[in-house]
């Protein structure tokens, strides 16, 4: 039987071949690219795929870009995507597509899942995914959690069984620090069975701060990073790299002291913003009890410059790093640089708020009524992504949401400029404002798009409704909206208290 | 027996009075400033007193202003020292002395004991302590606390007992939430017991953001301030005060929507500060089990504009708002704004954390020796207040480092820049940097003072004693000092990791 793996962006289904033997497209492209230097992307996810582009655009310097990925079902469409005209990743960032047009152009980027072009690079850069385990109870606090690392080290070994002696190997990807000397000692010992020197190999840790949306290329090629190197000479070639794909006369790089330094700095840099969102939380359900408009309450506290990074409170956190990061730094802590170490606990805990942000936010909804009001209810939802002004929907916490109104047997309609269809769900979502359902009971603000904020026409065409119950989770309805709303409707937003 | 109290920084006795009746010096001193509308300011404290002070030096309006405290032993000498022409707080602000003298020659300010002012006042300010009563376990994490409010009730109840129909009162005290609707019902109830009107008696909460140190003056005058009232009559009052002594056309002010709402706006800034410290600490902790100069890792963090505020690790977190305030906060949470509510863990775990702080500074200089190598042990503190720039003192780190140190029966020098005398500890502090005892074992930077940083002179002279341990709990010394200082000397710097 025929294995498949769908694209779910353009619904084009790629058969995965059986026999796993690339090699003679490797040399071909090679061939077509035979003066340049390699650089293999090793993960093409929404990270390795946007930083095979950067590369395959350097600033400064013509390299033969080769992403890698697996043959699974999950992933070999990205690769057959590449190569057959369609960037895998969706991107409100015009400058991606613009990217991978003129790679194909150049002819410098080519896709495969045999690590038979790993011999051939000069450059790899490790960007696959590091998930984290988690246990969650039924609020979706955390329980519990685990790190594993088969799959990384075994991305690794590749690595070492089948790299170059004088190659640079960049891992980019975010580790529970200590990892990258993990890595180091798993390459070193398959150089030394290959009987091969590790000497002149370079290993270094650089992490991106890639941010899905508008300015996505610009979050990697325009913007600061941090780098280390497992010895100095390491540390001078992945400098030396990056100052040929980031504008570093903008924004200077800066060098840690080791490896763990750059790890432990990504982390931290996520965890911040877990935790100061999970601060906040407990702020915006006391808000809620005394009465208060938590809203106008931070606007106040911002005018300090020493407090201008306050978040505000929401329905939820989402996305790839936050959820998770907190928990790498936490297990690391715990597992690699020595036994017996206590963990993270105001990470941890920062984690296991915002994981039962959504949770909240829907039993905030459901406290407004009896039971079983919910039953039949005709909801419309706007936003399922986990940012404004993004089309991520990765640990968006309007799914949790969303499961919620299912289980309350809820009818749900869904909008989201920038998703057409929802994928964690195999949903639909409509991206037309204008002509929203208009025989809907409730109306939910789920997400923080600028087309929602200040829109006149989407409140008057609200306004116009019966009786609906429009409930703000995100706090982007101005008091003046409010108002307007509250002629006819019941408005209800998170953290504000009554109104 | 006559009861004594004594000014601590002038040494001065004053006897306390038995008849406790200063009614002809009140009535004297309002018929020199018989047009004058008169601010009575309760409570002397370290904002009350400059409170004080700013209201006698009003920017458009000339106020007759009336500080009060209580005629105790510990209260008292600071009603005479403003009478005797010594203002109570020390500070490093030239403006402080500035004002106090020019109100004395304006002769427009005047302490006192006896609540038969308050009839007068056209302003009360209350400015009183609210304190928390904390339980620690031996590492000084949170154990247990409550907060008592029956001295402030107490406070208010002789507003409500002597004041008259249109008065305006304004709380400042940093309360639990929910504390000046407590206030004002209290006020009411004493109002219709002396068969007054409460109609015209406006309340209204407003927080300053007092900093003591060189801005100390400029920290209430020109600063942003949040302000609300009971009703909006009191809220326009309030405005209408405030224009008076604070540059509202720098500083625009921010109206809230009622009292609750600035008093969790006056708790939020300070957990959010103490939460912040609290996460770093945590991460540390990390940094020196994984051999990361954390000081590296967060300059490298902060050149993101999201992360700018993130705070650097040290030997702990003191003053009188950070220590507590996140608990007031857990504490309105849970018992005043509804029963059964939950409180606020993380605020509540960042204060434990924060507490933790020194004795975690001190156990790290213990495990670099063997047991009882510190007996006897000859020890330079550089620095006891709590904060850079500043000889506030109170709730200071520095203290129980010190106590644990005494506990180890070392032998202690201090010094301070801007501390002279140690009132907790009851001890003196020496202010010449140039002449440190010759004859010490181990030095240790406390407080991060400007004095300490970049200091040639101090650094040559530490370079040139013999085998010292130099233990900088605060990250002040610079790489570059830190190479000068190792070639005769062991350095530690927490949340370094090994140098």
């Given amino acids: 039987m025929k294995k498949i793996s769908k694209n779910p962006i353009t619904n084009k289904n790629y058969v995965i071949p059986k026999l796993l033997d690339?090699?003679?497209?490797?040399?071909?492209?090679?061939?077509?690219?035979?003066?340049?230097?390699?650089?293999?992307?090793?993960?093409?996810?929404?990270?390795?795929?946007?930083?095979?582009?950067?590369?395959?655009?350097?600033?400064?310097?013509?390299?033969?870009?080769?992403g890698t990925d697996l043959a699974s079902e999950s992933s070999y469409w990205k690769i057959?995507?590449?190569?057959?005209?369609?960037?895998?990743?969706?991107?409100?960032?015009?400058?991606?597509?613009?990217?991978?047009?003129?790679?194909?152009?150049?002819?410098?980027?080519?896709?495969?899942?045999?690590?038979?072009?790993?011999?051939?690079?000069?450059?790899?850069?490790?960007?696959?995914?590091?998930?984290?385990?988690?246990?969650s109870s039924s609020d979706h606090g955390l329980s519990g959690f685990d790190v594993d690392l088969s799959g990384f080290k075994s991305a690794i070994k590749d690595i070492g069984q089948n790299c170059k002696e004088n190659v640079l190997i960049l891992i980019e990807t975010t580790v529970p620090p200590g990892t990258s000397k993990i890595a180091s000692e798993i390459i070193e010992s398959e150089y030394l069975k290959r009987g091969l020197s590790f000497n002149n190999v370079k290993i270094g840790h650089s992490y991106e701060r890639v941010m899905p949306g508008p300015n996505y290329i610009d979050s990697i090629q325009n913007f600061y990073r941090v780098y280390s190197g497992i010895d100095e000479k390491s540390a001078n070639s992945?400098?030396?790299?990056?100052?040929?794909?980031?504008?570093?006369?903008?924004?200077?790089?800066?060098?840690?002291?080791?490896?763990?330094?750059?790890?432990?700095?990504?982390?931290?840099e996520n965890s911040y913003r877990a935790m100061n969102i999970s601060?906040?939380?407990?702020?915006?359900?006391?808000?809620?009890?005394?009465?208060?408009?938590?809203?106008?309450?931070?606007?106040?506290?911002?005018?300090?410059?020493?407090?201008?990074?306050?978040?505000?409170?929401?329905?939820?956190?989402?996305?790839?790093?936050?959820?998770?990061?907190?928990?790498?730094a936490s297990w690391s802590k715990q597992n690699i640089n020595g036994k017996g170490f206590k963990g993270l606990p105001m990470s941890e805990m920062a984690v296991s708020?915002?994981?039962?942000?959504?949770?909240?936010?829907f039993n905030f909804l459901k406290s407004q009524y009896d039971d079983n009001y919910l039953k039949g209810k005709k909801v419309q939802l706007l936003g399922v992504s986990y940012l404004s002004g993004v089309g991520d929907t990765r640990h968006s916490p309007v799914e949790i949401f969303y499961n919620e109104l299912v289980k309350s047997e809820c009818v749900i309609y869904l909008h989201d400029p920038y998703v057409s269809y929802w994928e964690e769900i195999d949903i639909n979502v409509s991206q037309d404002l204008d002509s929203l359902n208009q025989?809907?009971?409730?109306?939910?603000?789920?997400?923080?798009?600028?087309?929602?904020?200040?829109?006149?026409?989407?409140?008057?065409?609200?306004?116009?409704?019966?009786?609906?119950?429009?409930?703000?989770?995100?706090?982007?309805?101005?008091?003046?909206?409010?108002?307007?709303?509250?002629?006819?409707?019941?408005?209800?937003?998170?953290?504000?208290?009554?109104?």
Same sequence: chains 1, 2.
């Fill in 22 to 66: 690339d090699s003679e497209n490797i040399k071909y492209f090679l061939s077509r690219n035979n003066d340049k230097p390699v650089v293999l992307v090793q993960g093409l996810g929404f990270v390795g795929a946007v930083m095979s582009l950067v590369c395959a655009n350097a600033l400064n310097k013509e390299y033969a870009v080769i």
């Fill in 80 to 135: 057959a995507s590449i190569n057959d005209g369609f960037f895998p990743v969706t991107s409100s960032d015009p400058k991606v597509n613009e990217y991978y047009l003129k790679a194909k152009e150049k002819d410098n980027f080519y896709a495969t899942y045999d690590t038979f072009a790993y011999q051939f690079a000069d450059i790899v850069i490790v960007d696959i995914n590091l998930d984290v385990q988690k246990k």
């Fill in 238 to 268: 992945v400098e030396q790299f990056l100052r040929t794909i980031i504008k570093t006369d903008e924004y200077p790089l800066t060098r840690l002291g080791n490896t763990n330094a750059t790890e432990i700095s990504k982390v931290l």
């Fill in 279 to 328: 601060f906040i939380v407990e702020w915006s359900r006391f808000a809620e009890e005394a009465g208060v408009n938590l809203y106008e309450v931070i606007d106040a506290i911002r005018m300090r410059p020493t407090h201008k990074n306050i978040m505000l409170p929401g329905i939820g956190v989402g996305g790839y790093c936050l959820t998770k990061d907190p928990l790498l």
């Fill in 353 to 361: 708020t915002n994981d039962k942000m959504p949770t909240y936010a």
């Fill in 439 to 499: 025989d809907i009971d409730i109306v939910i603000f789920t997400t923080g798009h600028s087309e929602y904020a200040n829109n006149q026409k989407l409140i008057q065409n609200l306004a116009r409704l019966d009786g609906l119950l429009i409930y703000d989770t995100i706090g982007i309805l101005s008091d003046k909206e409010i108002d307007i709303l509250q002629k006819n409707h019941t408005v209800k937003v998170l953290g504000r208290g009554d109104i």
